[in-house]
């Protein structure tokens, strides 16, 4: 039995949303741009559109996301594109919905000798599609794939990435807070 009020998850929730205020769009792009590992390997975002789910991300060359032969580290190729579908999806579907990184999987097509870029773009009507996927609780599971490309745009790596989706309502992770849209209480 708790001690405490039925709605004291709800206080805290709002709470912690007072003290950290939601990210907007723009806010978004300088944390992500500001944060210690993005600096530390040059990952930058160039273009972000949480409304139309498109997010451009670039990473250049420098000493410290060279790998051991001096060509673009494996690990900072994968940690441009890790967040940018979930972020998108979470935005898009608003706070009825929970979404996670399921899964992911990284094919090294050539080494990065130079500047790289990845173009991350949800589909126009994949909400639509994801929302009656949804609708009777069932867990959903999409798939999204990018290309990462160099100067020339030849293919260095292609990430495909799985995200789990659910109603909040039918989901174990009711409490998953959305730091883009307002969550609902």
């Not at 673009?72 to 999806?89: A, I, T």
């Not at 989901?171 to 959305?178: A, E, G, I």
Request: with cysteine; net charge positive; charged share 20%.
């Amino acid at each position: 039995m708790s001690v405490l009020p039925s709605n004291f998850e709800t206080l805290k929730r709002r709470a912690k949303q007072s003290i950290m205020p939601l990210l907007t769009p723009h806010l978004l792009k300088l944390r992500i741009n500001t944060y210690a590992p993005y600096i530390g390997a040059g990952i930058k975002i160039d273009y972000i559109n949480l409304d139309q789910g498109l997010c451009v991300v670039s990473m250049g060359l420098n000493p410290m996301n060279k790998n051991i032969v001096g060509t673009q580290f494996g690990g900072s190729l994968y940690s441009m594109v890790d967040p940018f579908y979930m972020l998108m999806l979470m935005h898009q579907l608003g706070s009825s919905y929970v979404v996670w990184d399921k899964s992911s999987h990284i094919e090294f097509v050539a080494p990065g000798n130079s500047k790289v870029t990845a173009r991350m773009k949800i589909p126009n009507n994949e909400v639509t599609t994801i929302q009656k996927l949804a609708k009777e609780g069932e867990p959903v599971f999409r798939e999204y794939q990018v290309d990462i490309v160099d100067d020339q745009q030849k293919t260095i790596a292609t990430v495909t990435k799985t995200l789990y989706i659910r109603l909040r309502k039918y989901s174990k992770s009711k409490d998953q807070t959305n730091r883009i849209d307002n969550v609902d209480a």
